[in-house]
């Protein structure tokens, strides 16, 4: 990758400006099919667009007691680390991320700080709601982070003896990988680690039945409740972005084999289509809200022993 293809692939392709369209035309979809499954009509699909444009127009709100600087950056950074993580999944036949980039490792890292910054922006809003979501978020992130962790190390565990070493952690060749030797998801090897993984979906992206933190009959909002106009706006572009880095992400590990060129390309968004509909939207549609207290037990009972239970069987067998 040529040096002025970085910030292209940070801000145009596959991150910044496509994924931010992706990931807000899908959350289009997954709120016009969760009204259909209610039986409602339902926003329309351009709905997202709509918001963000009106949120931009708006005047953002400081409350007295907070802490300026970081009440206004942590949305920011929030953002930009998003924009970051996207051009880091690759698409097979498509895009190719350098190395020079990161691992699935620094995506990781990555991962965790939309999480961290809505814990930031909680705390220095000064809001009561903003503390207790503050809590919430970060009891809910010690307890998805560890099956995720065991998930990420089963699959490198694998790729790692598949190629005569010990573990990778390059997506790259995880995807060559499956490309060779056929998808994980058709490895029963792989299926504890499979949903384990489909586990951390709604948990990571805060919706039911795990959008304890932002639950808006309980903490109205919790760390969002004081944001509004442009710096609101930044939290939905992050949501948006971190919604497809997820998804993409998903396919990655499990499922990324797709022909080459255009056609590859609409493999991809089929797939994330489908993941958004299967992960997402009839999940947060059929349950109900979970306390923290029953999350964080859940993510430590089923999530944490599948993982575990896939990784063992990878170096064992």
Known sequence: MQPYAYPLAVLLFPGGLFALVLGLALKGVDRRLAARLQRR???????PFFDLVKLAFKRTMVPDIASQPVFLGAPLVGAATMMLAAAMVPIAGVYTPDPALGNLLVLLYLLAIPAVVLMIAGSASGSPFGAIGFSREMALMLAYEGPLVLVVAAI????GHGQGGWASFSLTEIVAYQARHGAFLFDPV????????LAFYPANLGIIPFDIPEA???????PLLEYSGPALGL?????????????????????????SGVAGLAVQLCKLLLLMLVGVTLVRVSCGRMRIDQAFRFFLKWPLALSLASLVAVVVI
């Open 156 to 159: 490198a565990v694998r790729v």
């Open 235 to 259: 939290f939905k572009v992050m949501s948006a972005l971190k919604s497809v880095v997820v998804l993409s992400l998903g396919i990655a590990l499990f499922f990324p084999t797709a022909p």
């Open 216 to 222: 808006e009959t309980e903490v109205l909002e919790g």
């Open 41 to 47: 009509v339902g926003p329309p699909l351009a709905q």
């Open 190 to 197: 792989m299926w504890p680690a499979l949903l384990a993984f």
